[in-house]
């Protein structure tokens, strides 16, 4: 049997997240989670209730494993909160409803080579997941006009005429929007605009 490439220790505020952030870690081969309070891991994930903002299982986890490169898995933080967590070696802060298996095993892999970063820098980081610090609008006026005329029906070609741009350029908006927003499509775009009563 083969040693795997990088081994991750886990904590979470509860057994229902473990169990699917394990789920999600299980996606790739070479990551292994190591068991609770098994040592020997090269990359930490730590996912804190969403809204504990005092970040009681980073602090269990370093207690126990040491400040290892690392990913935070949170709900907003204080200034305080992003001080705390790059100080415990914290590479990357993710917000709850961004982790999705690709993101997720891509942050815990490039935790382990990350240079070690600023509590700026992870705040900086959170904002632009969640678009913006202070409940900012999440989406830029462009993505919104397209999204607008998506819900209208119209299909690319229609909404690239209806802008003056390309059918490669709507695109490519759409594109980066659901990237930025960690959303899979089109559609979920559109339903998070209306929820975010953008539309």
Known sequence: ???????????TADPLTRAGLIGMLAQTT??????????????????????DHELPVLRRAVSEQGALPGVLIAGP????????AAT??????????????????????????????????LAAGYDALVGGPCGASRFRERELRVLRLIAEGKDTAEIGEAMGYSQRTIKNILHQAQRRLALRNRAQAVAEAIRSGLI
Do not use: F
Not at 77 to 84: A, D, E, F, T, Y
């Open 1 to 11: 049997m083969n040693a795997p490439d990088l081994r991750v220790a886990l904590y």
């Open 88 to 121: 415990a070696g914290v590479r990357s802060l993710l917000p709850h409803r961004a982790v999705r298996p690709d993101r997720l095993i891509a942050e815990v892999v490039a935790a382990r080579s990350a240079v070690k970063t600023s509590a700026g820098r």
């Open 30 to 51: 070479g990551l292994e989670v190591v068991p609770s309070g098994g040592r020997g891991a090269d990359v930490l994930v730590a996912a804190e209730d969403p809204v």
């Open 77 to 84: 933080l204080p200034p305080s909160g992003h001080r705390s």
